[in-house]
Every structure is written in C-alpha cells, then in structure tokens.
C-alpha cells in the first residue's frame, strides 16, 4: 500500500507559501528542513529575527493537543480547565494557510500564542459545556480542533507580523 503523503504535502506547500509572501512584504524568511519543535520558520528584518509555526490544511480544521495551551484537569471522568498555561508567550506567530486547490486562492490567518490560546480555550470550552465536561468516546483526550469559522476574524492580519517585529524583543520574554 503507497504512503499517503498529504499531510506532509499540506504543511510543505504551507510553509512555503508563508516565506513567499514574507518575501512579498519585505521579511527574509527561512523553513527547517526536519522537525524543530514549536519553530517551522524565521523570519528576520532590521536585525531582528522572529520564530513563526504554520498550521496547514485542506479541508476540515486543524487538530491540536489542548494541553499544550490550556491548564486541565479531571474530576472523575469531567474535565477541568482552569485557564491557559502560563508559559505561554505571544511568540511564535501562528500562520495558519488554508490550501487552495487554485493558485492564488489560498488564506491566511495570522495570531499571535496568547491568541492560539484563547482560541482553543473558548472552542474546547464550549464543547466541554455541549456535554457536561465529560468528553465523549474517550474522557481522556484532549484533542481539539480550530474551524475555519474560529480564524476568520485574523485573515490577513498581517499588522501582526510588524507589530511583532516592532515590540522586539518586548514582544517576548
């Protein structure tokens, strides 16, 4: 049976086009061939040099672990959130691109950590309440997903990328 490599394909054909467009707007920009945790490109202006993670995908949403964001704990076979994690900070920028299958097509959705965070925190909240804190197939995951409709609001908030840039190293710690 051939691997299917559309996973892989999605976040290639991703970072690729996030370090076209910074190249459009002025920003050198690099991937990482391999796995760096948390880090897929750098981008660099002005002696300044930024940690950028993008989130690819075709069709559905992107998946994420929430406990990488969100403080949860169990009451029994209820879960818990009791806030976002604390070490979280407003770097990296997430670019999300959702992949057309038509050049040009593609969108982009630009947030900052604390934003990812709060994304998650309200989404997985709110699948929580539908079902009274107890997850339903396995009580244990916490796998989320952010829809297309959670990231509209940050399409081509590209003012987040000189803010960024701008508030260095302020931005963060």
Do not use: C
């Amino acid at each position: 049976m051939p691997r299917n490599f559309k996973n892989q394909l999605a976040g290639q054909i991703g970072e690729a086009t996030v370090v076209a467009e910074l190249g459009r707007r002025g920003f050198v920009a690099t991937a990482f061939s391999g796995n760096v945790p948390d880090i897929d490109l750098l981008a660099y202006k002005q002696g300044k040099t930024i940690s950028i993670q993008v989130k690819a995908w075709r069709k559905g949403s992107v998946s994420f672990d929430a406990k990488r964001f969100l403080n949860i704990s169990w009451k029994g076979k209820k879960q818990v959130v009791s806030g976002k994690q604390k070490r979280l900070d407003r770097l990296p920028l997430y670019f999300f691109v959702k992949i057309s299958e038509h050049y040009g097509g593609d969108s982009f959705f630009i947030l900052d950590q604390w934003e990812v965070a709060e994304t998650i925190r309200e989404g997985y909240l709110s699948f929580l309440d539908k079902h009274n804190g107890i997850r339903p197939k396995n009580y244990l995951t916490t796998h989320n997903s952010v829809t297309l409709q959670q990231l509209r609001p940050y399409e081509d908030k590209w003012e987040k990328l000189e803010e960024a840039f701008a508030n260095f190293p302020k931005y963060s710690t």
